[in-house]
């Protein structure tokens, strides 16, 4: 990885090609279809017609949290307590169906108004109130416990209450009402993510009705997009940078289902193929005897272990492994770095938006569609598309 240099990825992205907000209607948006090198465009509205008969669509189905916390203190200083991922309990569900209290990993804004004391906040429509309490600085972020005396209210229930969704600071503004619908997938379901997996805000019912028509098989997986996704990249030496780590689900039925389908894989959005990508390595790792009990690929792993190995023998291993666990899906986490040289082995195609310069999100591109990134990009950028988390969409189709 020492000869790539993220300022080749760079790109001058104009603030008034930044989409602000939603289009009206999800399926509207513009769809730049590249495949064996050519490009052309359509609205999204009619994806099917450019997919294989009898793929399988494999989407991630995390939801967004609403997780900004906005503490008011006496003095009149507002602290925002914006929750990263659960230490206590360490699983997201246990944390959400709690109802008396939880410890997170946060970020906290203006944090040298906060002393010794604990941050409070009426919970609206109740007659409860939300404690916040520092316990100890971490290496990125705070350990903070939160608490509640009304013990009908699930943590999940008191976020929702007294949260704000966390749009992208790129987008410049705060939120308003529509982000709150419109900041999310309609497949949404396991809570967790503090930044939407972008590429699936396009999909409407009348989307998914078209890819029943083709024949089209859909796949969830789940992976819960840390605020590291907006993390830049700042040293110019890919191998220099850290990539954040994210939690993933898997179930056993899907690891059946990507063993058992015979058509091609389309997957909607680069925290997707991060996901199968890092399955696939945890299948090497226990088809060569290297899995340990902590579920974790770290970032240079898929560069470091056996190359040979075929996703037929990675995912049967992991499926035994479930098998052998008693288990219907497995809890791991990824710091996989998806970068040029990589060679995708879990998607022939990859439906995405329109990634920030300089950002391991287009060195993930770039790896799955080589140097016709740039033509990809200069195209939607000549062609009126919209940029970043509310802009347009492509499907790319992998060149064999």
Request: charged share 25%.
């Amino acid at each position: 990885m020492g000869n790539i240099h993220i300022s080749d990825f760079d790109y001058p992205l104009p603030d008034d090609r930044i989409a602000k907000h939603p289009l009206d209607e999800r399926d509207k948006s513009k769809l730049l279809l590249y495949k064996d090198s050519s490009i052309k465009e359509d609205i999204f509205l009619n994806l099917a017609d450019y997919l294989p008969e009898n793929s399988l669509v494999l989407f991630n189905n995390t939801k967004v949290v609403q997780a900004r916390l906005l503490f008011r203190r006496t003095t009149g200083a507002q602290i925002e307590v914006f929750l990263l991922e659960p230490i206590t309990p360490f699983d997201y569900v246990l944390s959400f169906a709690s109802h008396t209290k939880v410890i997170w990993k946060c970020i906290v804004g203006n944090l040298k108004k906060w002393k010794e004391d604990e941050l409070t906040m009426p919970i609206p429509n109740s007659k409860s109130t939300l404690c916040a309490r520092k316990i100890r600085n971490l290496t990125e972020g705070i350990e903070v416990e939160l608490s509640w005396d009304d013990t009908s209210l699930s943590f999940a229930r008191i976020v929702e209450l007294c949260g704000n969704i966390p749009i992208p600071p790129y987008l410049n503004r705060d939120a308003d009402s529509d982000d709150k619908d419109r900041y999310q997938t309609i497949y949404a379901k396991p809570e967790g993510s503090v930044a939407a997996p972008t590429a699936g805000l396009h999909f409407t019912d009348k989307v998914f009705e078209s890819l029943k028509g083709k024949n089209i098989d859909i796949e969830y997986v789940t992976l819960h997009v840390g605020a590291g996704t907006f993390k830049p990249v700042k040293a110019e030496n890919i191998s220099d940078h850290e990539m954040h780590t994210e939690h993933f689900i898997v179930k056993k039925s899907t690891i059946h289902n990507l063993l058992n389908h015979k058509g091609k894989r389309v997957v909607v959005g680069t925290t997707s193929l991060r996901t199968l990508e890092s399955i696939y390595w945890l299948g090497v790792k226990a088809f060569v005897g290297k899995l340990n009990e902590t579920l974790t690929v770290s970032q240079w792993e898929p560069y470091e272990l056996p190359n040979n190995v075929g996703i037929v023998d990675a995912l049967k291993a992991l499926e035994s492994l479930m098998i052998n666990k008693n288990t219907d899906y497995l809890a791991a986490s990824t710091q996989i770095l998806i970068v040029p040289g990589y060679k995708v082995r879990m998607a022939d195609a990859l439906i995405t938006n329109y990634h920030q310069p300089k950002s391991t999100l287009l060195l993930l591109v770039a790896a799955f569609i080589g140097e016709d990134w740039k033509r990809v990009y200069k195209y939607a950028m000549d062609n009126g598309f919209r940029f970043l988390s509310y802009g347009d969409s492509s499907l790319l189709m992998r060149n064999e």
